[in-house]
């Protein structure tokens, strides 16, 4: 099983960004698949969720992702995306991809990937 993320680096607060996060190696297609971050110096803090696709397709995102991020899937629902907008200084996180099989949708006990840093400067 694989799952890479890329795409992350320095922008400029208010500037856009996009993620992406391949998996492959997982039983069963369409993959649920979702976005977490955690930001420098939280390392004893969760990662918190940014947004997922469940299996069924039912979106969700977190609070501070609405209306400035927007997360999709391909047609063979295996890579995932993230589109970052209007993004602020406290978007700055590493941003870690996760994956698992449609049929227990179970992201904390999924795959995961290495992550790609993010960086927002004021």
């Known amino acids: 099983v694989q799952v890479v993320e890329s795409g992350g680096g320095s922008i400029q607060a208010g500037g856009s960004v996009r993620l992406t996060c391949a998996a492959s190696?997982?039983?069963?297609?369409?993959?649920?698949m979702g976005w977490f971050r955690q930001g420098t110096g939280k390392e004893d803090e969760e990662r918190e969720e940014?947004?997922?696709?469940?299996?069924?397709?039912?979106?969700h995102y977190a609070e501070f992702a609405k209306g400035r991020f927007t997360i999709s899937q391909d047609n063979a629902g295996t890579t995932l995306y993230l589109d970052m907008s209007s993004v602020k200084p406290e978007d700055t996180a590493m941003y870690t991809c996760?994956?698992?099989?449609?049929?227990?949708?179970?992201?904390?006990?999924?795959?995961w990937g290495q992550g790609t840093q993010v960086t927002v400067s004021s």
């Open positions: 940014v947004a997922r696709i469940d299996e069924d397709g039912t979106i």
């Open positions: 190696g997982i039983d069963d297609r369409p993959y649920c």
């Open positions: 996760a994956a698992d099989n449609k049929w227990s949708c179970d992201l904390g006990d999924g795959y």
